[in-house]
Every structure is written in C-alpha cells, then in structure tokens.
C-alpha cells in the first residue's frame, strides 16, 4: 500500500508541476528589467512602505486609544477594520518587495557558471523562511489586529535601514547607476514573449 | 502511429529535426517499434505479449533520451541554473541507486522488480523524478522556455506521469485493473503525442536571455550580499513577531 501510495505521490507531483508550468505566463525575464524591478522594490520598501513615520502611524495605539475616549463603539470597530485592513496591506505589500529582491537575485543568479549548490540551497531556505515570516505576520495582523505586534516600530525602522543598505549595495556592484537610463529603455522597448 | 509520422515528417519538412535531435530519434524509434508490433500482432498474435514487454523497455531506455533533450534546451543558456540542474539530476540518480542496493542488501530474496510491470513502473519513476528535478530547477530560476521545449515537456510529463500511476494500480490491483490501464495507457500516450503535434508543428526556439554584466566574477559577492538581505529581514520579523 505504501508503495501504491509513493508512485500516485510522484505521478500526481509531476502533474502538478506540469499545471504550474502551462499556466506560467512565456515571457523572458531579462537581467535589465530584473535589475529595474529589484531597484523598485528597494525604493518602494525604502520610500512607500518602511519609512519610520509611515509604520509609526499604521501601528500607533494613541490614535486608537482618542478615537476610544471620544466615539461611540460603532465608530471604534470601523476604526479598527480600517487600521487592520491596512496594517495586513502593510504586511502583504513587504511580502511583495521581499519578493521582487528575491527574484532578482534568482534572475542574476542562473547565469553564473561558478554558481554554488550549498549556498543556492541556503539561500532558498533563508528566503522561504523569511516570506513564511510576512505571511505569518500578516496572520497575526489579520486575527489579532493592528496591535497584536506592537513592538514592531521601532525594530522596523532599524532593521529597514539595514536592508535597505544591504540591497542597495547589491544592486549598485551590478550596475544600478545605470538604471534611470534602464527604466526609460525598458518603458520604450516592446515585452519579450 | 499516423500522429507520430506527421510529426517525424514535419521535423524534416520543417527542418527542426537538426534542432532537437535527441526528442526525434526517440520518436522514431517508438514509431519503429509500434510498427514492428503492429506487424507481429498480426502475423504472430500468439507471440505479442512476449514481444509487446521486450520493445517496451526499449522504449522506455530510449525515454531517457527525451530528459536529455530537455535538460539540454531548457537551461542550455543559463550555466548557473544548468549546474544546479546537472548536480539535482544526479543527485536523483544516485539517491535512486543507493536506494536500490540498501533494498537488495537488507532482503537476500528481493529482485528489481517482480514482474515487467513493477520493472517498468521503477524505470519510470526515475525518469518522473529527474523530470521533475529539471522542472524544479525551469520553476525556481523562472527560466523562460520556449513553445517546442514546453511541449515537449507537457508531452513527455503527461505521458510518465499518468503511466507511473497506471502502472503502480495495475501492480497493486493485478488483472482485473488490465482493461482500465490497458484504456488509460493508450490514451495518455495519446495526448502526449497530439501536444506534441501542436508544439513542435514549426520551430520555436526559447527566448534569448538578457546576460547580465560581470557574469563569471561575482556570484560568491552577490550570494553573499542577498544572503545578508535576507538574514537582516528574517531576524527583523521574527523579534517583531515575539514582541
């Protein structure tokens, strides 16, 4: 029986990636227009989603606590499912910048002949830990609310810088400098099928 | 049959033959073989069955030929991806043997497989396992294919899939499951060969990749630097996580 159930495992994995594979959009994902998307996702990360004023705001409890002392319950649960639905925004929009830069290190990476297995495999496990960590966060905003995690602020701001700086030397070693004349190349150049 | 010919004279009409060698030599050796069984199916009709198991693993040798053609087109531009491809597949492999002389060393009595359907179940399942390491690899990377590679992996996929788990109830249920795999076996096969039909009706080779700069260089730099990304935000989430 076990080994009934290990081939329908395989043939129904294999079925599955082929699923995957069909409904994959055909496109060619050049270095130039990784590079560009990357560079958004660092400025999107750097300029839309973690500037200390901006996160401050989303999970600040003193907004919660003048709209308690002053409003009725109607408004205070409005006012709660507004906050929550843009902390979870929050938290999926990070999700998405992590993965802009995770792609755009998977983009760069496939073309390197010296390319290692140990620390492609390392790489793999960091980054699937760390999207499980946004989707988790994002569960807990959804369950608990905006301030199920409230000391996330203050690590935010600081840890944001270090990404940031991090990225954006990442990107200036491949040539990012070029990118504003890239971006315009890019908007002009038909999409690659 | 008539499928297979179409798409054998198609590959020389429309010279793509040059192009995917390994693919077309597999089907021509399945075309030969199906005549040939054809041919003793009604000439000998008592002698099928033993001829009809001995081509089979002909064709399912000659299969392997499919996996290199697709490993060899799929990731042919893209020497990381192609290595980490290479080092996945043989990984596979050797897991595969490893797996075959524990069982053999632990029980004196074991063989490869009891009958021809078991033997043919395991030969496909190596080729289902490296297949999906290479799609793994097309998946992860997001390595763009082409028409023709992409149908000649739905083709092949669809057919050893749909066969591993054919075989594996035909093993497990015996006779009485012969006429369903016997329907099942015939048709997937089918499917396969009308995709390839439509895929590889003209050449379309994989879209050519934009190289990025500095290319042999800098990976260890790069790894590192994305490395140290992920790490930061990894540490980040997770104290604002337990705050």
Redesign the interface.
């Known amino acids: 029986?076990i080994?009934?159930v290990f081939?329908?495992l395989?043939?129904?994995?294999?079925?599955f990636?082929?699923f995957?594979?069909?409904r994959?959009a055909?496109?060619?994902?050049?270095?130039?227009?990784a590079l560009v998307e990357a560079k958004q996702a660092l400025q999107m990360l750097q300029g839309e989603l973690l500037p200390p004023g901006l996160v401050e705001r989303i999970f600040a409890r003193q907004d919660f606590e003048f709209v308690a002392s002053s409003t009725p319950r109607q408004v205070q649960e409005l006012f709660l499912q507004e906050r929550k639905r843009v902390a979870v925004s929050w938290a999926q929009q990070v999700r998405a910048g992590?993965l802009r830069?995770m792609?755009f290190?998977?983009?760069?990476?496939?073309?390197?002949?010296?390319?290692?297995?140990a620390?492609?495999m390392?790489?793999?496990v960091?980054?699937a830990?760390?999207l499980v960590?946004?989707r988790?966060?994002q569960f807990?905003l959804y369950l608990g609310g905006p301030f199920a995690?409230?000391?996330?602020v203050g690590?935010?701001v600081?840890?944001?810088a270090?990404?940031c700086e991090?990225?954006e030397?990442?990107l200036a070693?491949?040539?990012a400098p070029a990118l504003g004349g890239l971006s315009k190349d890019t908007a002009r150049r038909p999409a690659?099928? | 049959m008539c499928l297979e010919g179409i798409i054998l004279f198609r590959s020389f009409y429309g010279k793509i033959a040059s192009k995917y060698p390994l693919f077309y030599t597999y089907l021509a050796v399945v075309l030969a073989l199906d005549l040939a069984r054809y041919f003793v199916y009604t000439s000998h009709p008592s002698s099928w069955a033993m001829f009809y198991w001995s081509t089979q693993f002909v064709s399912v040798l000659v299969g392997y030929a499919v996996i290199l053609e697709i490993l060899k087109q799929a990731l042919d531009p893209?020497?990381?991806?192609e290595?980490?491809g290479r080092?996945l597949v043989l990984g596979v492999f050797a897991a595969v043997f490893a797996f075959v002389a524990y069982r053999s060393a632990m029980r004196s009595n074991w063989s490869p497989a009891a009958t021809t359907v078991e033997l043919e179940?395991d030969l496909r399942?190596v080729q289902?396992?490296v297949?999906?390491s290479i799609?793994?690899v097309?998946?992860?990377?997001?390595?763009?294919?082409?028409?023709n590679v992409?149908g000649m992996?739905?083709g092949y996929?669809?057919f050893?899939?749909?066969?591993?788990?054919n075989?594996?109830?035909r093993?497990?249920v015996g006779s009485g499951y012969h006429p369903v795999w016997e329907f099942v076996k015939s048709y997937s096969y089918v499917a396969s060969v009308v995709v390839w039909t439509v895929t590889l009706w003209s050449y379309q080779p994989n879209?050519?990749?934009?190289?990025?700069?500095?290319?042999?260089s800098?990976?260890?730099?790069?790894?590192l630097?994305?490395?140290?990304?992920?790490?930061?935000?990894?540490?980040?989430?997770?104290?604002?996580?337990?705050?």
């Open positions: 029986m080994t009934l081939f329908l395989i043939g129904a994995a294999l079925l990636s082929l995957l594979l069909a994959r055909a496109r060619a994902e050049g270095s130039a227009q992590v830069l792609n290190h998977l983009g760069q990476a496939r073309f390197y002949a010296q390319l290692s297995l620390t492609e390392k790489l793999a960091n980054f830990v760390l960590a946004c988790a966060m807990a995690v409230p000391g996330m690590r935010t600081g840890k944001a270090q990404l991090t990225s030397k990442s070693f491949l040539g690659a099928s | 893209y020497q990381g991806a290595r980490f080092y179940r399942a289902v396992l297949l999906m799609l793994a097309v998946l992860y990377y997001r390595i763009a294919i082409g028409r992409k992996i739905l996929g669809l050893i899939g749909t066969n591993v788990m075989l594996a109830l093993s497990y879209p050519i990749p934009e190289l990025p700069t500095r290319v042999e800098d990976y260890e730099t790069l790894a630097r994305t490395r140290g990304m992920a790490a930061a935000m990894r540490s980040h989430l997770g104290r604002a996580a337990r705050s």
